[in-house]
């Protein structure tokens, strides 16, 4: 066979191609723009919120979500905050001041889901 050639040139007659793959993982370099709130230490007796985006079957999740913590933490209030829309309290282009303080004023912890 050739030399110099690869493996493949020399079975295939077929030149080497380079193929590069980047990470999607990378590390990006964002500026802090806000302080995270403290973690709680348990869940018993606080008021949980479900916070549902309306997007198909997200609803279906935070409702097994609910009945798990409800079982696992029966002192806890379970409160779904199903018709506020996750996309109006997250985003600070649209937030819906009202919306947000809804959620805030009546919820300890909060924990949202989208779907699809």
């Given amino acids: 066979m050739a030399e110099g050639l690869s493996r493949r040139e020399q079975v295939f007659g077929v030149k080497s191609r380079t193929t590069q793959v980047y990470n999607p993982t990378g590390a990006v370099m964002a500026e802090r723009i806000a302080n995270f709130a403290p973690r709680i230490d348990a869940f018993d007796g606080k008021r949980i919120g479900l916070l549902w985006n309306s997007?198909?079957?997200?609803?279906?999740?935070?409702?097994?979500?609910?009945?798990?913590?409800?079982?696992?933490?029966?002192s806890s209030k379970i409160i779904k905050f199903y018709e506020t829309h996750a996309a109006e309290t997250a985003n600070p282009d649209k937030k819906s001041d009202a919306a947000l303080d809804l959620v805030v004023q009546n919820a300890d912890v909060v924990i949202s889901a989208q779907g699809d």
């Fill in 55 to 74: 997007k198909p079957n997200g609803d279906f999740y935070l409702n097994r979500v609910a009945e798990l913590l409800s079982q696992r933490f029966p």
